[in-house]
């Protein structure tokens, strides 16, 4: 196994969604996508849409293959790294519009981005956790 190099490992779990994305929309996996989330300077704080999600995308097609695929319809996805994901979910289930966006038939996930390490060797992959919320 081979060792990610440093840059590889400082990426953040925006540019890694963004990439995927960007990717998934290349092949056809995804038809549109936005980053939602803000930086308000005045405030200093980021504002996600509706107060969960950091990017809303949209796939046609049937059910997907894997988990790590995106389920047909509207899909609202908050990025998180490190495994906080059971505390982004947690948070997404008390907000009132993530209830709302629900019943209206779309989706939420939040992808976690962990970094698998091998003793000797460093940090080999950085994986992306797929959590669905609401299911």
Do not use: H
Not at 29 to 36: K, N, Q, S
Not at 72 to 97: D, Y
């Amino acid at each position: 196994m081979k060792p990610l190099t440093a840059t590889e490992r400082k990426r953040t779990p925006s540019a890694r969604a963004k990439q995927w994305c960007r990717e998934a929309q290349e092949q056809g996996r995804i038809l549109a996508w936005d980053w939602c989330e803000s930086f308000n300077s005045f405030t200093k704080r980021k504002k996600d849409l509706f107060g969960f999600a950091d990017l809303v995308m949209v796939r046609a097609g049937s059910r997907p293959s894997s988990m790590m695929d995106t389920p047909p319809g509207l899909v609202a996805v908050q990025v998180t790294g490190g495994g906080n994901g059971p505390a982004r979910v947690a948070k997404i289930k008390a907000e009132p519009a993530a209830a709302a966006w629900l019943r209206a038939g779309a989706k939420i996930q939040v992808w976690d981005y962990r970094q698998r390490k091998v003793r000797g060797v460093g940090v080999v992959s950085i994986e992306r956790v797929v959590i669905q919320v609401g299911e």
